[in-house]
């Protein structure tokens, strides 16, 4: 069996006692020993491979909590709007399609309003008469479209709302070319499920996605699988060896025909897993559609809008009899609040609920009195520090003080709650985890938490909300071996430079999936 040797470094082990060594053997594709360069080596055979980290720092692979891996991989071929004007976004969309044919859908993503604040149907029609238009606002919970668009789908200013969505309009009726939840449109959800889920599109665009994670030290995501069709191409991946990251597969829990779909697919144990019925309870503080108890800063009548108790206790009760983890969206304290009202209602007849690790995906505005609630209730935050990237956009939507104790970090950790870290990629603007520590360290006000904890939320922490902590998330003997080498010591540096810092070097499973600074030893005198 293959041996490597990774020696001379700083080892964050993530343990339970948060201890720190030297050395770390790696037997096949587990943690075979921990120790001192002396203790490691003593362990392991004449032939070991050998890696010297040079003082560099060994931490478990990164676990992003919560990414739409699919969706991610066609986004390397899809326009990127983020951080520009109304008159560039058109500029970029007429170069990126320059060779389009007539009636092309012309797709882009993460515009946002702090840089187009104005976004007008009008500006597409005038700039785009030819194509259909749909450009998604950076949370993916708005879309801003032409009219050509709107007529392909069907979509008028009578269209009636969907689920916490709908079309706007101006005073006198007429469309104002913004979609809020667009998925929700008729049409729509077809139309872009097809875009990103075609076979083809997957096989060609997934190895990219998946290099992009390895060279950010990712060796586990958990994602938003939700088509069983999906589950056949990343099973492919599997089986050609070109998995390079493990996969905790969700199902879309609101749809039974996706989830049975999903149920009758092959799972890998450790590497193509069952992941947790996902739902929706509201929308994104972005688009104001996030279910808050105060409303919108400027917006007094605008609360958002999410699910109450009464429905989320309809498909939580199911799941919680068949103790089948639950992972709902709620962004807004209000969603949250409904949630832990649902499951308080269910709890004395199913007291198992409080071991089921049900999650709270982002989990953005909670308060105080639901932090406790959570913890009473053994919920999950399942959280994602990215979403803290632009604290002047949160000022503007919903005033300095709940931005300030909004992404409530510190209290949660405080409170004993269990949390962990992701991007939601590509409904964030970035996935990698390192520039997601250094937001939540550096980042103004009481909620800003330490680079250790930010690091255990993105490992150990990732790993218990998937029930995964025994076989990964810390450096242990017997743990699969997922690991990554940084250039510097997160928890020692000024932690302004977190962002700075690079990963040298990414193992999956045993087996080195990127490497991107040379650390190989010569092989000892002697060795086979």
Avoid at 201 to 209: E, K, S, T, V
Avoid at 311 to 335: M, T, Y
Wanted: negative net charge; glycine residues 10%; aromatic residues 8%.
């Amino acid at each position: 069996m293959e041996e490597t040797i990774l020696s001379s470094g700083r080892v964050l082990t993530m343990d339970a006692e948060g201890r720190e060594s030297e050395a770390v053997l790696v037997r096949g594709n587990r943690i075979a020993a921990v120790g001192s360069n002396a203790e490691v080596r003593a362990q392991a055979g004449a032939g070991a491979a050998q890696f010297d980290l040079a003082g560099r720092t060994l931490i478990p692979g990164f676990n992003d909590n919560h990414i739409h891996l699919v969706n991610m991989a066609d986004r390397e071929r899809t326009p990127s709007l983020f951080g520009l004007s109304k008159a560039e976004i058109i500029e970029h969309i007429r170069a990126s399609y320059a060779d389009a044919a007539t009636g092309d859908w012309l797709v882009a993503t993460q515009w946002d309003y702090p840089y187009c604040p104005d976004p007008h149907v009008s500006d597409l029609d005038a700039a785009f008469p030819d194509h259909p238009v749909a450009l998604f606002q950076f949370s993916g919970h708005a879309a801003w479209m032409n009219s050509r668009a709107f007529s392909e789908l069907g979509i008028t200013a009578q269209t009636p709302d969907w689920d916490r969505g709908g079309v706007d309009v101006d005073a006198q009726g007429r469309l104002t070319g913004i979609l809020r939840e667009p998925f929700g449109a008729p049409g729509l959800r077809g139309l872009f499920q097809k875009r990103f889920t075609d076979p083809e599109n997957m096989r060609r665009n997934l190895p990219g996605a998946l290099a992009h994670l390895n060279r950010n030290g990712v060796t586990s995501v958990q994602d938003n699988t939700w088509f069983p069709h999906v589950m056949d191409v990343y099973n492919e991946l599997y089986a050609d060896g070109g998995l390079t990251v493990r996969l905790s597969c969700w199902f879309m829990g609101d749809s039974q025909k996706l989830v049975a779909g999903m149920e009758d697919k092959e799972f890998h144990p450790s590497y193509v897993e069952r992941g947790p019925l996902k739902y929706f309870l509201d929308g994104a503080f972005s688009s104001r559609t996030a279910w808050l108890t105060e409303p919108y800063a400027g917006e007094p009548e605008n609360f958002g809008a999410g699910i109450p108790a009464d429905d989320i206790v309809r498909f939580l009760e199911p799941a919680v009899r068949a103790r089948r983890q639950v992972a709902s969206h709620a962004i807004g304290d209000r969603a949250t609040r409904e949630y832990l009202d649902a499951a308080e209602r269910l709890v004395e007849r199913y007291p198992h609920l409080r071991e089921m690790r049900i999650r709270i995906e982002h989990g953005q505005l909670i308060s105080d009195a639901d932090i406790r609630r959570i913890v009473d209730l053994g919920f999950h935050v399942a959280t994602q520090p990215h979403a803290a990237a632009t604290p002047q956009k949160d000022i503007e939507l919903v005033g300095r003080e709940r931005a300030l104790r909004a992404y409530p970090y510190r209290s949660l950790i405080d409170a004993g709650a269990q949390i962990s870290f992701g991007s939601d990629y590509p409904g964030e603007g970035s996935f990698e985890p390192l520039l997601g520590i250094h937001y939540v360290v550096n980042r103004e006000g009481p909620e800003a938490i330490t680079p250790a904890e930010a690091l255990r939320a993105y490992t150990i922490g990732s790993a218990y909300a998937q029930f995964a902590e025994s076989e990964k998330g810390s450096i242990e003997p017997g743990k699969l071996a997922d690991l990554a080498v940084l250039s510097d010591d997160p928890t020692r540096i000024d932690p302004a430079g977190i962002k700075d810092i690079d990963v040298e070097l990414t193992m999956t499973d045993g087996e080195i999936v990127y490497e991107g600074s040379p650390m190989r030893a010569p092989a000892p005198h002697g060795a086979g």
